[in-house]
């Protein structure tokens, strides 16, 4: 055989075997994507056959403050000759809009059935999470790059980390399963719109990417994201508990739907405590992220900033995450204020990973989605 029918064929093998690598690839993400669906049904069941026994306790507790609001009471004490009334404590409503309100009892509820599903859940949510993840590993293998050079290899890789921040929470001994339906159903959506919308074959980078601040950048802003993304679901958790207790305060009397599930969630003050602690961690590394795109920038075009559609909204995003944390930290825009930004803040990342990429054209348009 000649040197170049070898060399050839050496080409001919190598080209099979990534062909290879890619459909395994997306046969792992497929195959993912059913054991998702397995962990979702089993957070359904937690939440369905979990005990509705212990459910109401926040329901008792806010009845309990309410009437006590109500109709406090007034004790007189004599010192002396003179007559002392005794002011009432009374719980009020404090600036971040928590109450005095004990979490729910999660989604089993306290039951031993319900929370035989939850770990069951749990369970398949890590061998998906393995799955997944070997899916992004053998994507990466396939050509021999960081497996996020365009938006369906970020897809797979962004909700492999999401799970991964959810996951090692749980391991860190921090009780956030009442996250796991939430996190899962939208896990689904995202591979959904990764393998169908967003699809693209496994090819080389181009020229303009090939550098190793790709590992660096990329990697922080998927990281960033997905943090970003969990907190995002437990703050629009925390708008829909605080509403109920709103209502529950007020005398109102909410469907047996929303006190079955919001119930066994924690309290709204739990929920913004810790929706605010996820997106403050992660901020300094989304500060990070975008001084690491300027230095590239840099070295790629000559220029640290371009105002190119992606770094504008990257700055964006970054200012209203600023103003959220800002606004946080401040007495009056606690609560379900600095919530509705944090909502504004994570609606301007998705539109700079979704909208800039599909309805804008700039630099950092490679190759389409």
């Known amino acids: 055989m000649t040197s170049a029918a070898a060399t050839a ?16 690839s997306n046969t792992l993400i497929y195959s993912s994507m059913a054991v998702y669906t397995l962990a979702f049904f089993a957070y359904i069941f937690e939440w369905l056959l979990g005990s509705r026994s212990r459910v109401a306790r926040t329901a008792n507790a806010l009845t309990t ?4 609001r109500k109709a406090p009471a007034v004790t007189v004490k004599k010192a002396g ?5 005794e002011r009432p404590q009374v719980v009020v409503r404090s600036a971040a809009g928590s109450r005095d309100v004990p979490d729910g009892p999660g989604a089993h509820g306290g039951d031993e ?13 890590v061998l998906a999470f393995l799955v997944e993840l070997a899916g992004v590993v053998t994507r990466a293998a396939s050509v021999q790059r960081a497996p996020w050079g365009n938006m369906y ?3 797979i890789t962004f909700s492999t980390v999401a799970v991964a ?21 939208t896990v689904l959506l995202d591979l959904g719109l990764a393998v169908t919308v967003l699809y693209t074959a496994s090819e080389p980078l181009v020229p303009a990417l090939h550098s190793y601040w790709l590992y660096i950048h990329v990697s922080t802003a998927i990281f960033c994201g997905a943090v970003f993304y969990v907190g995002a679901v437990a703050t629009i958790l925390y708008l829909f508990k605080d509403a109920y207790e709103s209502k529950l305060e007020n005398g109102g009397k909410p469907g047996s739907f929303a006190t ?29 992220t975008i001084i690491a795109g300027a230095i590239w920038a840099g070295s790629a075009w000559g220029r640290y900033w371009n105002w190119d559609p992606k770094e504008t909204w990257s700055f964006i995003t970054w200012v209203a995450y600023a103003c959220y ?27 700079n990973y979704y909208g800039v990429n599909i309805f804008v054209t700039g630099k950092h348009s490679y190759a389409g989605v």
């Open 9 to 24: 064929l050496d080409a001919t093998t190598l080209a099979a075997t990534n062909e290879h690598l890619a459909s395994m």
């Open 65 to 68: 403050n309410a009437a006590a």
């Open 81 to 85: 000759g003179t007559a002392v009334l």
């Open 113 to 125: 059935q319900g929370d035989l599903y939850g770990r069951i859940a749990i369970s398949l949510t």
């Open 153 to 155: 290899e970020f897809n």
């Open 165 to 185: 921040v959810y996951l090692t929470l749980l391991a860190l001994k921090k009780n956030v399963r009442w996250l796991g339906l939430f996190l899962i159903t």
């Open 260 to 288: 079955s599930v919001l119930e066994r969630l924690p309290a709204s003050a739990s929920l913004d405590k810790f929706a605010y602690r996820v997106n403050a961690a992660v901020f300094p590394l989304w500060t990070f």
């Open 325 to 351: 944390l800002h606004a946080r930290a401040t007495a009056g825009w606690k609560g379900r204020k600095a919530a509705y930004l944090a909502m504004i803040a994570f609606g301007c990342w998705l539109f």
